[in-house]
């Protein structure tokens, strides 16, 4: 009998080991709670309170911008005030005081723009490295598992890291500047590209496209930006690292990817702020343009601050996301795990407007405590034989609210297009909602247009078998989660997959018993 | 909050022509609040999300686009059936050409006859279940329709019904502006059967508010035709109680355009809620758009929405249909399918199927789909010798046979079969 029972444990053990032992351990490691809720103390440089024309002025001037980039700003400005807030969105949270809010911080150590990486702030590198970021060249990104034997190209990130307002630093731009590929901070490239930002910026995310782009476009303080020339497949991840330190600041950042005949490029966001108890406001722009046979990949790990268990605080993220397929045969992949934030209003879009051209959206939204998303995407079919796919797993728990919000749009022209959207939504406990709105306008009959969208809650079968093998309730739904995301982490690069996996783990924690 | 000017401007016109009736007696108030609430929302415009694919101008205007009526039917619709005929023309109760209301075996009143009296068991709910169906979303016709209804039936069910019940809609005048509201009441474990046909008038308003208390059972058969130049506005408001039943089933063919809203509320647990349509649009100029609202607010509930559309020549459909799940609604089953078969390269399709959930053990799902016919299928059946335009219509019936196994009685399931097959072999090329 003792020898079966020794059978039954080690079979227990071999289980929770094989199957998932990430998660597993994950959940053990980091059993504290938002992890980089702590902030960096260094000295800051803040734009004065409020929001004005004069405000506009001095951010362009100190990001040395020329004149035409500043009427741009001020034309948005302009325009930002005739526009109210949307209020379409099932979110719910107290005005924004738009006047009470800091539009430009930057470190004090950051005035004189740093030649080198040596030269940055030894708090700002170690504020990285403590998030895990690698702003030190050549270095390995952690937890990924047989980096050290990869060949040493392979594993190769170029970061850029955005710190409040401005950029402090990207790594690798030599490397890539050899291959031809520009890749730098957004204000750089307006002094150093101006013909390459006059014609794109603005050309997918027009000023007045709504609210919060708007705004952006009026006070944007810096971004990425990224040049693939013809032809070059980009012979490394690039990435942005987004962090927000300072107190009552907006972040607004702007990025714009720009993928030319034949190129190809990967690009990874990540983002994250310190704990605390006022909201704070983050409207960015992300405008990627896709021309001829090129590919864009975009990932996103939005882990943002998502308040405390009461909700109190977090970040209000308002984002225009948005990708021109303006060439044939040109292919964009927005994928997203969406686990930060107090509220997320985020829509990545792709515009097919080239014949034959591809968007796909993979997205996990998961929403605990008071959290609100309420993201999705549009697929704007124009182009002949276009494609789409989008596959959306909402996840709810707590008090929280979700809902994927979607239009798949077939022009009379786009013949012959093709979309499939899923969406599942997985409830975890009964205080919470999940809820599905899509669009679907289908303007010609030569394509084909297939939704489908199931809402269940986590299966208990599921969680008995789980629990019988040794594993805590926590343990289990992490597991049966981490099933149900699973198509869409499977369509993350390597890196990106197993921090999302550990995510989805850590930002369900106390949502059961 | 104010209205826009725009709206204010829209609902200052839609009201000039109507006038409150002189004795409403106790339709009264619900009619005054009504009213006040046609003056709180305004009327729908373009720019409404709730309008986001129809535009309801035709519906607001201060008078109907004139639509030429055709004669008669040979032989009407439900004709082979055992039934009480209660027939309007342009919205005028006609009562020569209909049957003694007794003939039901359920207590029939007409709304013109019966608010001249001191009390009457509708009062309570008269306007009730569609002030009620405001909520979440405005449906500023339907209380338009409750301050100004000229007529209509308040039906009482209190067992089973000997006969169906058919409201009879003919069209006789080009420029008629017809507004009917009815009220039925399922009292507990009673059933009804009510059919509906007929174009009705050149504009056509119409609710009809359901109650059915616990075990009681709704069936309705709809069949929207025939007159091209038609537009209708019409509103169900059904409330269910414990175990009861409420099934619909709406077949639309022709009709300029037609708006079929459907709001049910699942009050009580182990009810069931099926709401279908099928609906056949020829012509650039045919507009049909199906919005239903369910809501389960009870444990255990069962609702489906199957809805087809064949499209052909620029007809346009629209679906928005909506599953709520109240917190505490558990053991919710939800269904909701919308497709359509678009059978040429002008016509088209625009979806909102929405789910919006407040309970974890529900099981929730909708599906959507567009498309063309598909080529195999009909290579194959042409293959063995079936001739196109015949392949084609077969094809169409087996889209369409979901939505239409819906209906319970396989006597109209086959009387609205053949008149698809009659309106798609009118409708050939």
């Not at chain 2, 007929?198 to 208390?213: Q, S, T, Y």
């Not at chain 2, 929730?364 to 059946?381: Q, R, V």
Request: overall charge negative.
């Amino acid at each position: 009998m003792a020898a079966l029972d020794n059978a039954d444990r080690e079979g227990v053990t071999e289980i929770r080991e094989g199957v998932d032992r990430e998660t597993v351990e994950t959940v053990q490691s980091m059993a504290g709670k938002y992890k980089h809720g702590w902030e960096t103390d260094i000295e800051m440089e803040y734009a004065p309170m409020g929001l004005n024309e004069d405000i506009v002025r001095l951010i362009s001037a100190k990001n040395e911008e020329p004149e035409w980039m500043t009427e741009w700003r001020l034309a948005a400005f302009r325009r930002w005030q005739q526009l109210d807030e949307p209020k379409w969105a099932m979110v719910d949270y107290p005005e924004i005081d738009f006047q009470k809010q800091y539009y430009y911080a930057r470190p004090k150590s950051m005035a004189e723009k740093p030649k080198s990486l040596d030269e940055v702030d030894p708090k700002l590198l170690e504020t990285y490295k403590k998030l895990g970021i690698p702003l030190k060249e050549q270095m390995i990104l952690a937890g990924v598992e047989g980096a050290e034997d990869a060949p040493a190209e392979g594993r190769k990130v170029a970061v850029d890291a955005v710190f409040d307002s401005v950029s402090v630093g990207t790594t690798f731009q030599k490397e890539l500047e050899k291959a031809g590929v520009i890749f730098c901070s957004v204000s750089e490239a307006i002094r150093k590209h101006p013909d390459l930002v006059k014609k794109y910026l603005g050309s997918v995310v027009p000023q007045s496209d709504n609210f919060y782009a708007t705004l952006n476009s009026a006070v944007f303080s810096d971004g990425s930006f990224v040049y693939v020339p013809p032809g070059v497949r980009c012979p490394m991840e690039l990435s942005t690292y987004f962090r927000i330190n300072a107190e009552n600041t907006g972040q607004f950042e702007r990025t714009l990817i720009i993928a030319d005949k034949g190129a190809y490029v990967s690009y990874l966001e990540g983002c994250t702020a310190p704990q605390r108890d006022v909201a704070q406001l983050h409207a960015a722009v992300v405008e990627i343009v896709v021309l001829d046979d090129a590919e864009v990949k975009y990932s996103t790990v939005q882990n943002w601050y998502p308040g405390d268990e009461h909700g109190k605080g977090g970040i209000y993220n308002f984002v225009t996301k948005r990708a021109d397929c303006r060439g044939a045969r040109s292919k964009v992949m927005w994928t997203q795990v969406e686990t930060g934030s107090a509220v997320t209003w985020k829509y990545p879009s792709c515009i097919l407007r080239g014949d034959d051209s591809q968007g796909e959206f993979y997205s996990i939204a998961i929403t605990n405590n008071w959290q609100q998303a309420d993201t999705g995407t549009k697929m704007v079919h124009l182009g002949k034989n276009t494609r789409s796919r989008i596959v959306s797993k909402g996840i709810s728990a707590g008090h929280a609210q979700n809902t994927y919000r979607g239009l798949v749009s077939m022009h009379p022209k786009a013949k012959n297009s093709r979309n499939y959207t899923q969406c599942d939504s997985l409830l975890i406990g009964s205080t919470c909602g999940a809820h599905t709105v899509p669009y679907i306008e289908v303007r010609n009959n030569s394509s084909r247009v297939e939704h489908e969208a199931t809402t269940s809650k986590v299966d208990d079968d599921q969680l008995f078998y789980c629990r019988s093998r040794g594993m805590d309730e926590e343990e289990a739904v992490a597991l049966v989660v981490n099933g149900f995301c699973k198509e869409v982490l499977q369509a993350l690069p390597m890196e990106f997959a197993m921090e999302a996996q550990q995510l989805v783990a850590i930002s369900l924690e106390g949502s059961v018993g | 909050m104010a209205l826009p000017q725009a709206k204010l401007t829209a609902t200052e016109v839609r009201l000039a022509g109507l006038s409150l009736p002189s004795a409403p007696g106790w339709t009264r108030l619900a009619r005054e609040g009504a009213l006040a609430r046609v003056q709180a929302m305004g009327m729908p415009g373009r720019r409404d999300e709730y309008w986001r694919f129809t535009d309801p101008a035709d519906f607001v205007s201060a008078e109907p686009v004139p639509a030429t009526h055709h004669a008669r039917q040979k032989i009407p619709v439900f004709d082979g059936m055992d039934r009480v005929r209660l027939v309007f023309v342009d919205g005028v109760f006609d009562a020569a050409a209909s049957d003694d209301p007794a003939l039901a075996g359920i207590e029939i009143t007409r709304l013109a006859e019966a608010q001249g009296q001191d009390i009457h068991w509708a009062a309570d709910l008269y306007g009730t279940l569609e002030a009620r169906g405001q909520e979440p979303v405005d449906r500023p016709l339907a209380a338009l329709n409750t301050a100004f209804a000229t007529d209509g039936f308040l039906i009482r069910a209190t067992g089973r019904a000997e006969k169906p019940v058919n409201l009879i809609y003919r069209h006789e005048s080009d420029s008629s502006d017809a507004i009917l509201h009815h009220v039925i009441k399922i009292e507990p474990g009673a059933d009804l059967t009510v059919l509906e046909n007929g174009p009705a008038a050149a504009r056509f308003n119409k609710v009809m508010e359901v109650e059915i208390a616990d075990g009681g059972a709704f069936h309705h058969v709809r069949v929207q035709g025939r007159d091209h130049d038609r537009r209708a506005a019409t509103h169900i408001f059904a409330r269910l109680g414990r175990e009861a039943t409420f099934k619909s089933f709406t077949m639309t063919a022709n009709g300029a355009l037609t708006r079929n809203e459907c709001v049910i509320e699942l009050a009580g647990d182990d009810g069931v809620a099926h709401v279908a349509g099928a609906c056949v649009g020829d012509g650039a100029d045919f507009h049909h758009d199906d919005t239903v609202f369910v809501t389960h607010d009870a444990e255990r509930c069962e609702s489906r929405q199957v809805f087809k559309k064949v499209l052909k020549n620029g007809a346009t459909g629209v679906f928005q249909g909506k599953i709520l799940v109240q917190p505490g609604a558990q053991k919710t089953d939800g269904y909701q399918i919308s497709q359509s078969l678009l059978l040429d390269g002008d016509s088209q399709f625009l979806v909102k199927p929405e789910l919006e959930i407040y309970a974890d053990d529900v099981a929730c799902s909708h599906g959507s789909t567009s498309g063309a016919i598909d080529e195999t299928a009909l290579f194959y059946l042409r293959s063995r010798g079936v001739p196109r335009a015949e392949a084609v219509d077969m094809m169409v019936l087996s889209f369409i046979a979901e939505a239409v196994e819906e209906i319970e009685s396989e006597e109209i399931r086959g009387e609205i079969v053949e008149r698809l097959v009659q309106w798609l072999a009118r409708h050939r090329g």
